[in-house]
């Protein structure tokens, strides 16, 4: 599996908008990247995904470059309940279910009033 | 509601004594995993089915730890002999990765909080 590197945390301020990046330099031909949120004391919840380019849905967008070695996620006008981890995914979608979805430590964004 | 559901939610035990975790997956989903989580980390693989079929196990799966999924349906997690390390969160998710439109989403429940004194 791909390793990714996320930011530990970050800070924003309500309204803002929020762009995580994720590094996948060793991401595979066939590889997806997914990321998901967690609130404190929940599972996590998948917000979006992509292959490449830019992928869009109401909660949130999805951006790869060409080359594919890292994707921002990004969160507009964030609110206090955007308050969670976000963990960076990337696997083999014709795989999943046969390979372990393995999630780093994510990042902790902590929106402030 | 027609989400995952793990049981109990809470569970505080002393060492060396045996617990048990439920999970309920989503009905039409086939693949069922269990995943670890401690304060501060990701979650952490720990085994998945495919209907009752145990499929892989994690090495984090000591010989204490054991998972059933006896009719392809719900599954337990039982974990012998607790120790203090073993105090973690453990989550359930399912899938149905046969959907033409699949995306691998995993449907996590709530998660069970063990707490080993």
């Known amino acids: 599996l791909a390793k990714t590197t996320q930011p530990i945390s970050m800070d924003s301020y309500e309204g803002q908008e929020v762009n995580i990046t994720c590094s996948h330099n060793?991401?595979?031909?066939?590889?997806?990247i997914t990321w998901y949120q967690q609130f404190p004391s929940q599972g996590p919840r998948f917000i979006i995904q992509?292959?490449?380019t830019k992928v869009t849905n109401e909660v949130a967008s999805l951006f790869i470059p060409a080359d594919r070695k890292s994707s921002t996620l990004s969160l507009p006008r964030v609110s206090l309940s955007d308050t969670a981890v976000y963990y960076c995914?990337?696997?083999?979608?014709?795989?999943?279910?046969?390979?372990?979805?393995?999630f780093g430590t994510g990042t902790r964004l902590t929106i402030i009033p | 509601d027609t989400g995952v559901s793990q049981n109990p939610r809470h569970k505080i035990t002393k060492r060396g004594q045996n617990v048990t975790f439920r999970c309920d997956p989503i009905s039409e989903h086939n693949r069922l995993y269990w995943y670890r989580q401690t304060l501060g980390q990701g979650p952490e693989f720990l085994t998945y089915f495919q209907n009752e079929a145990q499929l892989e196990k994690s090495r984090l799966l000591s010989d204490r730890f054991s998972a059933e999924r006896p009719k392809g349906s719900f599954s337990t997690l039982e974990i012998q002999r607790t120790e203090q390390g073993d105090s973690a969160m453990y989550l359930c998710?399912?899938?149905?990765?046969?959907?033409?439109?699949?995306?691998?989403?995993?449907?996590f429940g709530e998660g069970s909080r063990l707490t080993v004194l």
């Open positions: 992509g292959y490449k």
């Open positions: 995914l990337v696997g083999d979608l014709s795989n999943f279910g046969n390979e372990k979805l393995t």
């Open positions: 998710a399912s899938s149905f990765p046969g959907q033409t439109s699949n995306t691998g989403e995993l449907f």
């Open positions: 060793n991401i595979a031909t066939n590889d997806y």
